[in-house]
């Protein structure tokens, strides 16, 4: 296999941009043995083969890319987790971002459509229905043009809230850091809210006010998505993680 026409191969189909394109860096980082790096590229590539319907709206793979990235600079055990927490991570940030996007309200309607294609669908035509749900949002030159003002990738939030924005900011990336599964929720929970309430302290937003309380439901919801995600992946087939052709 040759690496570099591989590299071109998903920098051509993410439409990342040269200077933007980081992933031979990270990897050669991360891996010293070509067979290493030829297993994860090939990985790579058989995950962004989920999107191929979607490869013209730039945002979508932009996050795609940003996902990948994220992943990579986890602690990976092994290279044969990569692919199941690739799809974990990425679809725990399209819902993240698609709620933001439909102002929260719309959560029940995503879980809900989630829960039914995790139930009844293989990878390929869940992604196909998170893509047809997400492509108004990635379409929206507007919204995409906050996003990119306010240099916020990974997750987007309440853009017209600094404070908000930096607490959610923050609980977005204390929760990344913490090892949560379903056996440990109410441990995660009492700590998230220990966190939260520090981090209101600090903001000097009064506890028990119509603020701090819309607040803490909002990274409660941040919680509960990842818990779902958790969850509904849990009995996911794990034959479903496996490579798909990309021929």
């Known amino acids: 296999m040759d ?26 980082t991360i891996f010293e043995s070509n067979d290493n790096k030829i297993e994860i590229i090939s990985k790579i590539i058989n995950f962004i083969q989920y999107f191929s319907m979607f490869k013209n709206i730039k945002p979508f793979m932009h996050s795609v890319y940003e996902c990948i990235i ?10 044969n ?7 974990k991570n990425s679809i725990i940030n399209f819902v993240q971002d698609y709620i933001n996007y439909a102002q ?10 989630l829960s039914d294609s995790l139930d009844k669908l293989q990878l390929q035509p869940l992604f196909i229905n998170l893509g047809i749900l997400l492509k108004p949002m990635y379409q929206d030159q507007e919204y995409q043009s ?6 916020e990738v990974e997750v987007s939030y309440d853009f017209n809230d600094e404070i908000a924005l930096q607490i959610k900011r923050s609980i977005d990336n204390w929760l990344r850091d913490k090892v949560i599964d379903l056996n ?63 021929r």
């Open 104 to 113: 929260l309200n719309q959560k029940r309607q995503i879980l809900n459509l």
């Open 81 to 87: 987790d990569f692919n199941e927490l690739l799809i």
């Open 184 to 246: 440990n929720q109410n441990t995660i929970r009492k700590l998230l809210t220990k966190e939260f309430y520090d981090l209101t302290r600090k903001y000097k937003i009064l506890n028990n006010s119509e603020t701090y309380e819309k607040l803490f439901k909002e990274v409660l919801e941040m919680l509960d998505i990842r818990l779902t995600v958790i969850s509904l992946m849990e009995s996911f087939p794990e034959e479903s993680y496996q490579p798909i052709s990309t």
């Open 146 to 151: 906050k996003a990119k003002d306010l240099k």
């Open 3 to 28: 690496l570099e026409s591989r590299y071109y191969e998903i920098k051509t189909f993410l439409s990342v941009p040269d200077e933007d394109f980081q992933l031979q860096q990270k990897i050669n």
């Open 70 to 79: 994220y992943t990579l600079d986890l602690n990976i055990e092994s290279i």
